[in-house]
């Protein structure tokens, strides 16, 4: 049974991190593009950042850049993204997904999704 994941979420001050990281299950990470989505509340769900199991680039979205970081760990199966200088704006459900069919990086066309994981950043 594939299955993604995802942990690390909770309650952060602003300038706060969060490591959130996606185990999966049932398939090899290595064969798959990766990303990470958020969906906020009344907005519609954006990619965040990508990695492309092609060429292992990675890309993010210009709101995010220089603050998060994506890796993979080829052993452990997971996909993790650290998130630094958070902002009440990066508040938000956080998803993990990944696709076999080149799509997913950079073009976030995925069809593997775990069940996503709450990030609030408040003072």
């Known amino acids: ?15 706060g991190s969060l490591r959130l990281s996606c185990t ?22 954006e990619g965040v950042s990508c990695i492309s199991f ?12 220089g603050r998060f970081t994506i890796t993979t760990d ?4 997971t996909v993790d ?3 630094n200088s958070l902002k009440p704006e990066d508040t938000a459900v956080y998803y993990c ?9 950079p073009g976030y066309v995925m069809d593997t999704w775990g069940k996503g994981t709450l990030v609030t950043v408040s003072s």
């Open 1 to 15: 049974q594939v299955q993604l994941v995802e942990s690390g979420g909770g309650y952060v001050q602003p300038g």
């Open 24 to 45: 999966a299950s049932g398939l090899n990470l290595k064969y798959y593009d990766m990303g990470w989505f958020r969906q906020a509340p009344g907005k519609e769900r």
């Open 54 to 65: 092609s060429t292992y680039s990675t890309y993010y979205t210009d709101s995010v850049k």
């Open 74 to 77: 080829s052993l452990k199966n």
């Open 81 to 83: 993204l650290q998130m």
């Open 97 to 105: 997904a990944v696709t076999r069919y080149g799509t997913g990086c």
